[in-house]
């Protein structure tokens, strides 16, 4: 998967949870989880539906690279084989 395959997958993820979030207005460097106001219920369907849908695991430590949208899109790209 390449970054911005990665990226779509992010997005689509924060949409599965939040429909009206605006993700293409974010700012890539913003934490979206305070930005979007998700809390740790929205926050947990957002790694699920990402992790579901790139086939990756994704540990609870990893969730700080998750904050960001160009963090995930990093933190995915990097895993793809």
Do not use: C, Q, W
Request: aromatic share 6%.
């Amino acid at each position: 998967m390449n970054r911005t395959e990665a990226l779509a997958a992010v997005k689509e993820a924060i949409l599965s949870v939040a429909p009206n979030a605006d993700v293409d207005g974010l700012p890539g460097d913003a934490p979206f989880r305070e930005v979007l106001e998700l809390d740790s219920l929205d926050f947990l369907g957002v790694v699920t539906k990402l992790a579901e849908r790139t086939g990756y695991h994704i540990d609870d430590a990893d969730y700080p690279a998750l904050d960001t949208l160009e963090g995930a899109a990093d933190f995915v790209a990097e895993r793809a084989p």
